[in-house]
């Protein structure tokens, strides 16, 4: 089974502030996913990374894929309310066509 | 968004009940997954589909069965509802290259077991 960590666990900011969060694993992915979840709704798909290196920007979202594709962090830039929410990773390895799914980080960002 | 309606969108329940919830999709997408989402647990693959009628488990399958007829419809089945199964349970959808399976997900059904 492969694992993703995710870090921190938990996040409470300030808007207008910068932070970033991470996404570990000892597996090497084919491909990775970022994606948000708000309270009673599904996960949405932010971005998907394939090549190790990548680097992907959704408006202040920056995505990047680890070299060896083990790793992944997104940083948000200047922080809003409206980018309150869980994000998650998810993995897949090789033609696997199932997902492994990191716990996430719950980001509060205060006005 | 992707065209993926579950149901019901809440349902409270006694033990020893049978459950079926339901996930349908308009986008014709060959594979589909269903996952609950419990704190500290986050989302846990229960089966997933490749295709009509073939189907497979994944890492919490007991108690749970699923079927897919047709492309458009997976059920999932609790046989008999226990407290431990009380938790909001997601449908996913994905029709993505080998390697990058992106999948779009309904808004969740939520499972209360008395």
């Known amino acids: 089974t492969q694992l993703l960590e995710q870090s921190p666990q938990f996040l409470s900011i300030q808007e207008g502030e910068n932070l970033t969060v991470y996404c570990n694993s000892s597996?090497?992915?084919?491909?990775l996913q970022w994606y948000r979840q708000e309270p009673g709704e599904g996960p949405v798909l932010l971005v998907t990374?394939?090549?190790?290196?990548e680097v992907k920007k959704l408006k202040r979202l920056t995505f990047q894929f680890g070299d060896a594709r083990k790793d992944s962090s997104l940083h948000i830039t200047a922080a809003q309310p409206g980018d309150t929410g869980l994000y998650l990773c998810?993995?897949?390895?090789?033609?696997?066509?199932?997902?492994?799914f990191g716990k996430g980080t719950l980001l509060t960002v205060n006005p | 968004d992707a065209g993926i309606t579950q149901s019901p969108r809440h349902k409270v329940t006694e033990t020893g009940t049978p459950v079926t919830l339901r996930c349908h999709q308009t986008?014709?997408?060959?594979?589909m997954y269903w996952y609950r989402q419990d704190p500290g647990h986050g989302l846990r693959l229960i089966h997933y589909?490749?295709?009509?009628?073939?189907?497979d488990k994944g890492e919490v399958s007991d108690g749970y069965s699923v079927s897919r007829s047709k492309t458009e419809d997976f059920l999932l089945t609790l046989e008999s509802a226990t407290s431990s199964q009380t938790s909001v349970y997601f449908c996913?959808?994905?029709?993505?290259?080998?390697?990058?399976?992106?999948?779009?997900f309904g808004p969740g059904t939520r499972l209360t077991v008395t």
């Open positions: 996913a959808i994905s029709e993505s290259p080998a390697g990058v399976h992106e999948q779009y």
């Open positions: 597996s090497v992915f084919s491909s």
């Open positions: 990374v394939v090549t190790g290196g």
């Open positions: 998810a993995g897949a390895v090789g033609s696997n066509y199932k997902l492994t």
């Open positions: 986008e014709n997408h060959r594979y």
């Open positions: 589909s490749y295709g009509v009628k073939d189907t």
